[in-house]
């Protein structure tokens, strides 16, 4: 393998695990985004406070009241 293709196939990898990385990254956040939303929407129809809620959630009351 000649420098050049062996440089080009390290980058191609390279930048190859930087986007699953990033997908990884991204689909977490998204996970606990979505399990924040799930236990305040529970919690407000369990009839909790929304000052409550947004303690515990760190969600924004607009966020929680749209639940």
């Given at each position: 393998?000649?420098?050049?293709?062996?440089e080009k196939e390290s980058s191609y990898l390279e930048g190859k695990d930087d986007g699953i990385k990033q997908g990884i990254e991204q689909g977490i956040k998204?996970?606990?985004?979505?399990?924040k939303r799930e236990?305040?929407?529970?919690?407000k129809e369990q009839g909790f406070?929304?000052?409550?809620?947004?303690k515990a959630?760190?969600?924004?009351?607009?966020?929680i009241r749209s639940l």
């Open positions: 393998m000649t420098n050049i293709a062996y998204q996970g606990v985004s979505n399990t236990m305040a929407k529970s919690l406070p929304i000052s409550a809620i947004e959630s760190g969600l924004s009351e607009e966020e």
